[in-house]
């Protein structure tokens, strides 16, 4: 205290004064500062020692259960309170102390709500709010915001509004004295997204915590940036162009006030609309349209039937490719293209084969056959050839795509049905086996019989074989070698001119047939040079006679007839004499072997010269002299011939003969008995002066006139008459 009356008494004498003890003195304040209250403590000096002497005040009013601890220290409990240097006033028995007195600073350990940017309640959990709302305030994002309610001094619940998102400040200021602390926002997330074309395109992002600025929102697809950003709901729905791009897997990138959400984004699958170009099965030029094939031809693959095509490029963004099939056969052949990682497939049909000419071998033997065409592929696996619905052997590829080879088996005929199947593709063509051919045709007699023909392409079936002579069928068909030679019967006939038709399973060959010639064997009856009935014996007459002409020497026979059996000739010679040379010609073939006619000898009866000594004409008189003068000659000597010119006849049997008076001899010619001259080929020479006279006479080299002198002593020898 202070003025306290002291009273001193020294030896029964007072004297008084006042005493003032030293004023309370604080040094610090401890203890308690929560918003909520608590146990202060203080020290200082001079708190003394009687606590009913002790007043502290706060913000003048008087604190309670005040504790003297000592002189130095004392406590005291605080009510609730918030704020800074709230006056404190420690009075000891009127002497008093002050200092300030400040509430502990709100502090922020969580920040808890839902993230959503659309706004929501967050909590705030932390300590010495108070417990007077009027004396909070929150700002989050520098923008105060309302709170709901609160629970005493530790937490508090405020109401947030729609937001751009991110990570936001926030400030709890509690009767001046501050907290900050931070809200993060959800980060953007993807719910939904539409695909956009290779060639880009608007896109619509259904999502969440998307903010409500689209200034805040930056989009990336595969790392190229989006643009065209508008939000259509806030914090749902945004729509935005994608950037030129391909496939189903790229990283789709959002940014919200810095936060970044991630997802997935598809471009359109390519499409295919058509497929043009040539489908060959060597692999050609192939154009696809369609869509969504993009502007980089690297990251397009296509394959046909599971086999890569190759030289693949875009021939337009987006929207068509070019590239070449590769080689292959089929139909409904799987085209798929993939674009990005994305594929669409089609069906690719290649090119039916063609067949342009069918070659090789024809033989009714069969053999190897070549079609030449196209579109007929590379592996003889892939080909099947059926004729007339067989199976036929050893197919091969000649020439890739254009040419095939294989086995036919033996037959006849002509179009028979060739079908080609390449990859279950198949064509039509027809094949012909070679129509027969004969190289040598056997003869039979004009009564008819077998022949055989011998040739190629004959067949191996007897049935299928026929044939006409002159229309007239055949019969009795057989094979006698496999394809070379066969054999059958024809009808009776003549000549060399026939029309022979072989026909094999349709097809024909037409030759010239010929029937044996005839061949006379002997011929019989009257010889007179006068001529008379014959009958001439032989083979291959025929039966016909107005077919048949006979000759001897020069002359027709009359009045011909032929026996049915083709073996006779009845007719009349003509008047002739000598040797004859006979021919019989039937339907314009002659007689092969060689055949004369002998006329009766002549005979000489007489002659009218015994002896000749200066020329003259004699007559010689005898039998069978014949009438044809060209035919007589007459010579003197059979030794040594001289030839007498005949100067006329008058009958059969008797000649007028020129004797000559000339000395003329034949030179360089000698006669045996029994010569046939058929050509004198002789000069007649002078003796006396050697003038060549003459060779023949009137251009008949088979008769001369030589004019001899005779001797005076000659006797008439032989007189010979001779013809040829």
Same mark, same amino acid.
Request: glycine content about 12%; overall charge negative.
């Given at each position: 205290g202070k003025?306290?009356?002291?009273?001193?008494?020294v030896g029964g004498?007072?004297t008084?004064?006042?005493?003032s003890?030293s004023?309370?003195?604080?040094t610090?304040i401890?203890?308690?500062t929560?918003?909520?209250?608590g146990t202060v403590?203080?020290?200082?000096t001079?708190f003394?020692a009687d606590?009913?002497?002790?007043t502290?005040?706060?913000?003048?009013?008087?604190?309670?259960?005040i504790?003297?601890t000592d002189?130095?220290?004392l406590?005291f409990?605080?009510?609730?309170g918030?704020?800074l240097?709230?006056?404190?006033?420690?009075s000891?028995d009127?002497?008093?102390?002050s200092t300030?007195?400040?509430?502990a600073?709100?502090?922020i350990?969580?920040?808890?709500?839902?993230g959503?940017?659309d706004?929501?309640?967050?909590?705030i959990?932390g300590d010495?709010?108070?417990?007077s709302?009027?004396a909070?305030s929150?700002?989050?994002?520098?923008?105060s915001?309302g709170?709901i309610?609160?629970?005493?001094?530790?937490k508090?619940n405020v109401?947030?509004?729609?937001s751009?998102?991110?990570i936001q400040?926030v400030?709890?200021?509690?009767d001046?004295?501050?907290?900050?602390?931070?809200?993060?926002?959800?980060p953007?997330?993807?719910v939904?997204?539409?695909?956009?074309s290779?060639?880009?395109?608007?896109?619509t992002?259904?999502?969440?915590?998307l903010?409500d600025?689209k200034?805040?929102i930056s989009?990336?697809i595969?790392?190229?940036p989006?643009t065209?950003?508008?939000?259509?709901?806030?914090?749902?729905?945004?729509?935005?162009?994608?950037?030129?791009g391909v496939?189903?897997?790229?990283?789709?990138?959002?940014?919200?006030?810095?936060?970044?959400?991630?997802?997935v984004?598809?471009y359109?699958?390519?499409t295919?609309s058509?497929?043009?170009?040539?489908f060959?099965? /060597?692999?050609?030029?192939? =154009?696809? #349209?369609?869509?969504?094939f993009?502007v980089?031809? %690297?990251?397009?693959?296509?394959? &046909? +039937?599971?086999?890569?095509?190759t030289?693949?490029s875009?021939?337009e963004d987006?929207?068509q490719i070019?590239?070449?099939a590769?080689?292959?056969?089929?139909?409904n052949?799987e085209?798929?293209i993939?674009?990005g990682g994305?594929s669409v497939?089609?069906?690719?049909s290649?090119?039916?084969?063609?067949?342009?000419?069918v070659s090789?071998?024809?033989?009714?033997a069969?053999g190897?056959?070549?079609?030449s065409g196209?579109n007929?592929?590379?592996?003889?696996? /892939?080909?099947?050839?059926? =004729?007339? #619905?067989?199976?036929?052997?050893q197919?091969t590829i %000649?020439t890739n795509?254009?040419? &095939? +080879?294989?086995?036919?088996?033996?037959?006849?005929g002509?179009n028979?049905l060739i079908?080609l199947?390449?990859g279950?593709?198949t064509t039509t063509?027809?094949?012909?086996?070679?129509p027969?051919t004969s190289?040598?045709?056997?003869s039979?007699?004009?009564a008819?019989?077998?022949?055989?023909v011998?040739?190629t392409n004959f067949?191996?079936?007897?049935?299928?074989?026929?044939a006409?002579?002159?229309?007239?069928?055949c019969?009795d068909y057989?094979?006698?070698a /496999?394809?070379?030679?066969?054999r059958?019967?024809?009808?009776?006939?003549?000549g060399?001119? %026939?029309s022979?038709v072989?026909? &094999?399973?349709g097809q024909?060959?037409t030759s010239v047939?010929?029937?044996s010639a005839?061949?006379?064997?002997?011929i019989?009856?009257?010889?007179?040079t006068?001529?008379?009935a014959?009958?001439?014996?032989?083979?291959?007459?025929?039966?016909d006679?107005?077919?048949?002409?006979?000759?001897i020497g020069?002359s027709s026979v009359t009045?011909l007839?032929i026996?049915?059996d083709?073996?006779?000739?009845t007719?009349?010679?003509p008047a002739?004499?000598?040797?004859?040379t006979?021919v019989?010609?039937v339907?314009?073939q002659k007689?092969?072997?060689?055949?004369h006619?002998?006329?009766a000898?002549?005979?000489i009866?007489?002659t009218?010269?015994?002896?000749?000594?200066a020329?003259?004409?004699?007559?010689?008189?005898g039998?069978s002299?014949?009438t044809n003068?060209?035919g007589?000659?007459?010579?003197?000597?059979?030794?040594?011939?001289?030839?007498?010119?005949?100067?006329?006849?008058?009958?059969?049997?008797?000649?007028?003969v020129a004797?000559?008076?000339?000395?003329?001899?034949?030179?360089?010619?000698?006669?045996?008995?029994g010569?046939?001259?058929?050509?004198?080929?002789?000069?007649?020479t002078?003796s006396a002066t050697?003038?060549?006279?003459?060779?023949?006479?009137?251009?008949n080299?088979?008769r001369?006139?030589?004019?001899?002198d005779?001797?005076?002593?000659?006797?008439?020898?032989?007189?010979?008459?001779?013809w040829?």
């Amino acid at each position: 205290g202070k003025n306290l009356v002291f009273d001193l008494n020294v030896g029964g004498q007072t004297t008084t004064t006042t005493f003032s003890y030293s004023s309370p003195t604080i040094t610090s304040i401890g203890g308690s500062t929560a918003t909520s209250g608590g146990t202060v403590t203080v020290s200082g000096t001079n708190f003394g020692a009687d606590a009913d002497k002790l007043t502290i005040t706060v913000d003048g009013s008087t604190a309670s259960n005040i504790v003297l601890t000592d002189d130095s220290n004392l406590s005291f409990d605080i009510s609730y309170g918030t704020g800074l240097n709230h006056p404190l006033t420690v009075s000891v028995d009127g002497q008093s102390a002050s200092t300030q007195y400040s509430y502990a600073s709100p502090t922020i350990s969580a920040v808890i709500g839902d993230g959503k940017t659309d706004g929501g309640t967050i909590f705030i959990e932390g300590d010495n709010f108070g417990q007077s709302l009027s004396a909070i305030s929150v700002k989050v994002g520098g923008i105060s915001r309302g709170f709901i309610f609160g629970t005493l001094h530790t937490k508090l619940n405020v109401n947030l509004p729609s937001s751009a998102g991110g990570i936001q400040s926030v400030e709890v200021i509690v009767d001046s004295q501050s907290v900050t602390s931070s809200y993060t926002y959800n980060p953007p997330s993807i719910v939904s997204v539409s695909s956009a074309s290779s060639s880009g395109g608007s896109v619509t992002l259904n999502g969440n915590d998307l903010g409500d600025n689209k200034n805040a929102i930056s989009v990336t697809i595969g790392g190229s940036p989006c643009t065209s950003i508008f939000i259509t709901k806030n914090h749902k729905t945004i729509t935005f162009n994608a950037p030129v791009g391909v496939g189903s897997n790229n990283v789709l990138e959002i940014t919200v006030s810095g936060q970044k959400g991630t997802g997935v984004f598809a471009y359109l699958p390519p499409t295919i609309s058509d497929v043009n170009g040539d489908f060959s099965t /060597a692999g050609r030029s192939i =154009v696809v #349209g369609g869509g969504n094939f993009g502007v980089d031809k %690297n990251k397009i693959t296509a394959t &046909i +039937g599971g086999n890569s095509v190759t030289s693949l490029s875009l021939l337009e963004d987006h929207y068509q490719i070019l590239f070449v099939a590769p080689p292959g056969v089929g139909t409904n052949k799987e085209l798929v293209i993939i674009v990005g990682g994305q594929s669409v497939s089609s069906t690719f049909s290649y090119s039916a084969p063609s067949i342009t000419s069918v070659s090789g071998s024809t033989s009714t033997a069969g053999g190897f056959v070549f079609l030449s065409g196209t579109n007929f592929g590379r592996s003889a696996e /892939a080909v099947t050839v059926t =004729v007339d #619905g067989s199976t036929t052997s050893q197919i091969t590829i %000649n020439t890739n795509d254009t040419s &095939i +080879g294989f086995q036919i088996g033996y037959g006849t005929g002509q179009n028979h049905l060739i079908s080609l199947t390449v990859g279950g593709q198949t064509t039509t063509s027809t094949y012909s086996y070679g129509p027969p051919t004969s190289t040598s045709v056997t003869s039979t007699t004009t009564a008819g019989g077998f022949i055989n023909v011998q040739g190629t392409n004959f067949g191996t079936i007897a049935g299928k074989v026929g044939a006409t002579l002159n229309g007239v069928p055949c019969s009795d068909y057989s094979i006698v070698a /496999a394809n070379t030679e066969i054999r059958f019967k024809v009808p009776s006939g003549t000549g060399k001119t %026939n029309s022979l038709v072989i026909s &094999i399973d349709g097809q024909s060959l037409t030759s010239v047939y010929a029937y044996s010639a005839p061949n006379l064997s002997s011929i019989t009856g009257d010889k007179s040079t006068t001529g008379g009935a014959i009958v001439i014996n032989g083979a291959n007459f025929g039966t016909d006679s107005s077919k048949v002409t006979v000759t001897i020497g020069s002359s027709s026979v009359t009045s011909l007839a032929i026996s049915q059996d083709h073996t006779q000739i009845t007719c009349n010679s003509p008047a002739g004499s000598g040797i004859a040379t006979v021919v019989v010609t039937v339907d314009g073939q002659k007689n092969t072997n060689s055949f004369h006619f002998a006329y009766a000898t002549p005979t000489i009866t007489s002659t009218s010269l015994k002896s000749v000594t200066a020329g003259g004409q004699m007559t010689v008189l005898g039998t069978s002299f014949g009438t044809n003068l060209n035919g007589v000659f007459v010579y003197l000597n059979v030794e040594n011939p001289i030839y007498f010119a005949v100067v006329g006849n008058t009958g059969p049997t008797q000649y007028p003969v020129a004797v000559p008076n000339s000395a003329w001899r034949v030179s360089g010619f000698d006669f045996s008995r029994g010569d046939v001259v058929d050509s004198f080929g002789l000069t007649f020479t002078n003796s006396a002066t050697g003038v060549v006279m003459a060779s023949a006479i009137g251009g008949n080299p088979n008769r001369a006139m030589v004019h001899v002198d005779l001797p005076s002593d000659i006797q008439l020898k032989t007189i010979k008459i001779g013809w040829t």
